[in-house]
């Protein structure tokens, strides 16, 4: 394991966990929707491509291969699977994984 890399990921995510917080705090729902998408998928792609660039230093095709697929899937996931909800503004992730919330479990409001 390289290290720096490593160290480099954990700060990574965190500057983005961070900034996560700090763009989507106090948002109206409208905002969150709007941007929810884009920003997730910016997202997903930074932290699955560093952990894909992780495996792919050891060397193992196989691995990387795997764990590129994996990466893409859960770009997909945060991307097109979570739902914003337009009354409180909750994030809903899929709790199957595959099939969309249909309500909020906050509020209750049905999500689109
Ligand atoms: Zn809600």
Known sequence: MNETLFIAYFVIWFAL???????FRGKDPAFRKRWHRPV???NSLIIGGMIVLMVALMGDWRAT???AAAALFFVWLAAF?????PGCGKFAQPRNLITPEKFCSKCGTALE
């Open 81 to 85: 699977r979570t739902r914003v909800c």
């Open 40 to 42: 997730a998928v910016v």
């Open 17 to 23: 966990a961070i900034g996560n917080f700090l763009l």
């Open 65 to 67: 291969a795997i764990f």
